[in-house]
C-alpha cells in the first residue's frame, strides 16, 4: 500500500511537471469518455434501467395480429372476450389508440384538454395507484357515455391548483358532465401525453362492431406465468373468437410481447449504433493519448535508465508508468462527466420527442460506475504499450548524454501503428456518419406530395352535444371557412381528419363492388381520411382526375368518395376507377357504399421514408366526424394568423377553442427528428475522430521532426533541397493516411451492412460517401502533415549541427 501511495504521489509530481501535456492528454479523454458517459447514459436508461412500473418484468403488451400486418390494435369486443377468457393474467386492461381533443368548459373562455380512453385494469397492470380517490371500475364501463374522469397529475395542479377537494367535482367536457374519481400520482408519458383518463362505454354503439380496430391492450402476468404460457392461451381464445365470429376474425389473433419491447421499438437499435460509434471515438483517443505517452517516454530514456541503474526492476517502471496513465484517464474521466452532464442537457433539448424515457436520463450511479470503469479501462488501455516499450529502453544509451535523442525503430513503429489505426477508426466512424448525413440529405429533400410552405395548421374538436346532426356540425365549418377566407393575408382554407406526418392514423377494410367478391377476412385496408372541398388546393396536393368535393356533397346528397394515385395503382391497375363503387366500414354498423369521382396525388403520411401510401378520402358532410385539423395557407409568416384563427373560431361558436398551433414545416420537421437527431450526433462524433486523428498525424510528424534535426541539418548542409524535405516528411505521414485509409475502408464495408435500416435511398456501399470521407480523410492528413513538414524544411543547418 505504502508503495501504490508512492507511485501515486510520484505520477501526480510528474504530470504537475508537465501541465501542457497533461492538459491535450485530460482534454483529448474528457471528450472521449465525456461522449461515451452520455450515450451510455440514454442507454442505461432506455435499454437497461427497470421500466418505473411495479412488476414491469412480467407487464406484456398485446398487438392485434391478421394477415395484413402484426401490429394492429384490437376491437372492443374481442378485448372483453380476452379479458372473460383468459387465465394467466392478474391484471388485463387496455388504452385506447392515441388521444382526443376536448373542450374544457369552466368561468372563463373554453380551453382544450387532451383525453385518453382506458378500461378498468389498465392501470393496475401498471402498477399505478391513485394519488387521491379511485381508479376506473367494471361498472364505469357499462354506459353509452363516459360518466366520470381521472385526472393526470398535471392538469390537477394546473388547472385544480393541487386541490385535494377535487374529488366529486363536475367536469364539464363537450358539453357532457364527468365526475373526477381520481388523481393520478404521475403522469405516464411513456403511454400517452393526456390530461385526463375516462373509462371506455361498452354500451356505446360505436363499440360494438369487431371490425373497429381502437384498443391496445396491456397485461401484467401472473407470478409463475411464461410469456410462452400466456401466448399459448391466448392463440386459443382466438382461435374460440374466430371460431364463433367467422365473419369478422378468421386470421385475426394477437401477439405478446414484453412491455419494454413494444415502448423500446426501434430506439434499440438506433442506440446501439450510436454507443458503437462513440466507443470507437474513445478508442481513437486512447491512440492519441498512448502517442503523446510514447514521445513523452522518449524525452523520460534518461530518467529510466538511472532509475533502472539503481536497481528498479521491469515491474516496478511498468506499475509506475501505469499508475500514471491510469491517474491521467482517470483526471479526463472526471472532467468527462462535466462534458457528459452538458451532452445530456443537449440531448434532452435536441433529441426525439418519441425516444422513450429521454427525459429520464441522467448520470446516476450506475452511469458514474461505468465512467468509473472506463476509465480504468482506457488508463490501461493506452497506458500498457507505452510503458512496456519504455521499460525496455537500452541502458548504456538512454545514460549517454545524446541519448534523449537516439532514434528508436520500435519506437518509430509504435508510432506508426497507432497513427494507422487511428485513420482506420475515424475513417470508418465518419463513413457511419457520413451515410447518414447523406440519407438525411436525401429524406429532407424528397418528394412530400404536398406543399408544406406558409402553412399553419390547428385542431379543432366540436362540442359533441351541440353538434348531433350532420347539418350543423357542416354549418359550424362552412362558417368558420367562409370567414377565414376573408381574413387578411389568408390564400386558401381546408380540413383534414388526419394530418400528414402528424402521427394520426385511421384505417378501414373496404370491397370494390365492381370486382369480384372477397371472403370477408380476406378484404383489403386502407387509409381514410374525412376532408373538405378546399383542402386538397389548400395543400396543394394535385387534381389528376374528376372532381373534387363541392359543398353539394352534403349529408343527403348521394354518397361520393376520391381517392389516391397509389390507391388506383394498388387496386385499379389499368382501369379507370371514376365512376366505381366502394364499400366501407366507416364506424357505422352497416357498410357505406361510395361512388369514386376523382383521383388525388398521393402524399406521405406517416413517415418520410416510407411511400406514399393508398388513401381513400370522405366528404366532411357526409360523415360524423367532428373533430378535424384547420390548415389554411397563407401569403406571409403563417405563425401570424394564430390570434385571427382564434377570433374567428370564437366569433362562429364561444364554446369552442383551438389547440396545437403549428406550422406543416414544424410538423415536418417534427416527423424527421429521429433521423435529425442520428445523423447530427454521428456527424458530431465523426468531427470528433477527425479532428483527434489530425492531431494524431501533425504529433507523430512533429515528433519525427524533432527526433531527426540533426539528421535534417546534416541533409540541407550536404545540399539537400526544402521541398525535397517537405515531400519526404509530408509523404511519410501520406502513407500512413493511406494505409490507415485502407483496413478503414475494409471495416467499413463489414461494418455498413448492418445500416441498411438506418438508411433512406442510400445503401450501406454508397460509392459516392466512400469516395468523399476518403477525400476528406486524405485532405485531413495531408494538412495534418504540412506544417511539420514546413518546419523541417525551415531547419538551420548550422543550429541543427550544433543540437545537443
Known sequence: ???????????????????????????????????????????????????????????????????????????????????????????????????????????????????????????????VRPLLGRLLLVSDERAKDPQVAILSHHLWQEKFGSDPAVIGTTLHLDGANRTVVGVLPADLPLFSDADLWFPAPFENEGMASRRAHFLRPIGLLKPGVTLKEAQAELDTIAARIAHDHSDTNRGWSVGLVPLRTALVGDAGPTLLVLFGSVALVLLIACANVASLL??????????????????????????????????????????????????????????????????????????????AAIAILTGILFGLGPALQASRSDLTLGLKEGGASGNSRSKHRAHNALVIAEVALSFIVLIVSGLLLNSFWRLLHVNRG?????????????????????????????????????????????????????????????????????????????????????????????????????????????????????????????????????????????????????????????????????????????????????????????????????????????????????????????????????????????????????????????????????????????GAQPAGILRFFAGHGIQLALVGTAIGLVGAYATTRWLSSFLFDVTPTDPLTFAAVALLMLGTAFAACYFPARRAMKVDPMVALRYE
Request: proline letters at 6%; glycine letters at 8%; one cysteine or more.
Open 450 to 718: 404536398f406543399d408544406p410552405s406558409h402553412v399553419l395548421t390547428t385542431q379543432i374538436s366540436l362540442v359533441t352535444s351541440k353538434y348531433k346532426l350532420a347539418s350543423s356540425r357542416t354549418s359550424f365549418f362552412n362558417q368558420l371557412e367562409d370567414k377565414l377566407e376573408t381574413h387578411p393575408g389568408v390564400d386558401a382554407v381546408g380540413f383534414i381528419s388526419e394530418l400528414p406526418l402528424a402521427g394520426q392514423h385511421n384505417d378501414t377494410p373496404f370491397v370494390i363492388k365492381e370486382h369480384p367478391p372477397v371472403d370477408p377476412n380476406n378484404q383489403e385496408d386502407a387509409e381514410f381520411r374525412v376532408v373538405d372541398g378546399k383542402y386538397f388546393s389548400t395543400m396543394r396536393i394535385p387534381l389528376l382526375a374528376g372532381r373534387a368535393f363541392t359543398r353539394q356533397d352534403s349529408f343527403d346528397a348521394p354518397n361520393v368518395i376520391l381517392v389516391n394515385q397509389p390507391f388506383v395503382a394498388r387496386y385499379f391497375q389499368g382501369e379507370n376507377p371514376i365512376g366505381k363503387h366502394i364499400s366501407m366500414f366507416e364506424g357505422r354498423p352497416e357498410y357505406v357504399t361510395c361512388e369514386i369521382i376523382g383521383v388525388v396525388g398521393g402524399n406521405k403520411h406517416y413517415a418520410l421514408q416510407e411511400p406514399p401510401l393508398p388513401q381513400m378520402f370522405l366528404p366532411l358532410p357526409q360523415t360524423e366526424f367532428s373533430r378535424l385539423n384547420l390548415v389554411i395557407r397563407s401569403a406571409a409568416d403563417p405563425a401570424g394568423l394564430t390570434s385571427g384563427v382564434r377570433e374567428a373560431v370564437l366569433s362562429t361558436d364561444p364554446g369552442e377553442a383551438t389547440s396545437a398551433f403549428r406550422t406543416m414545416d414544424d410538423v415536418v420537421t417534427a416527423s424527421s427528428a429521429a433521423d435529425r437527431f442520428n445523423a447530427l450526433l454521428l456527424g458530431a462524433f465523426g468531427a470528433i475522430a477527425l479532428l483527434l486523428t489530425a492531431a494524431g498525424i501533425f504529433g507523430l510528424l512533429s515528433y519525427v521532426v524533432t527526433q531527426r534535426t540533426r539528421e535534417i541539418g546534416l541533409r540541407v548542409a550536404l
Open 294 to 371: 510514447l514521445a513523452r517516454n522518449t524525452a523520460r530514456r534518461r530518467e529510466i535508465a538511472v532509475r533502472t541503474a539503481l536497481g528498479a526492476g521491469r515491474f516496478r517502471l511498468v506499475r509506475q508508468m501505469l499508475t500514471e496513465s491510469v491517474l491521467l484517464a482517470f483526471v479526463g474521466g472526471a472532467a468527462g462527466i462535466l462534458f457528459a452532464n452538458l451532452g445530456v442537457s443537449i440531448l434532452k433539448i435536441a433529441g426525439p420527442a418519441d425516444l422513450p424515457r429521454l427525459q429520464e436520463v441522467s448520470v446516476n450511479g450506475a452511469v458514474l460506475a461505468f465512467t
Open 1 to 127: 500500500m505504502l508503495s501504490l501511495f508512492q507511485d501515486v504521489r510520484y505520477a501526480v509530481r510528474m504530470l504537475a511537471k508537465n501541465p501542457a501535456f497533461t492538459f491535450i492528454a485530460v482534454l483529448t479523454l474528457a471528450l472521449g469518455i465525456g461522449a461515451n458517459t452520455a450515450i451510455f447514459s440514454v442507454v442505461n436508461t432506455v435499454l437497461l434501467r427497470p421500466l418505473p412500473f411495479l412488476h414491469s418484468e412480467r407487464i406484456v403488451w398485446a398487438w392485434g395480429k391478421f394477415p395484413l400486418f402484426d401490429r394492429a390494435a384490437v376491437s372492443p369486443l374481442d378485448f372483453l372476450d380476452y379479458r372473460a377468457q383468459n387465465h394467466v393474467f392478474e391484471q388485463w386492461g387496455a388504452i385506447g389508440y392515441g388521444s382526443s381533443l376536448f373542450n374544457l368548459a369552466g368561468s372563463g373562455a373554453p380551453e382544450q384538454v387532451k383525453g385518453a380512453m382506458i378500461t378498468s385494469g389498465f392501470f393496475e397492470s401498471l402498477g
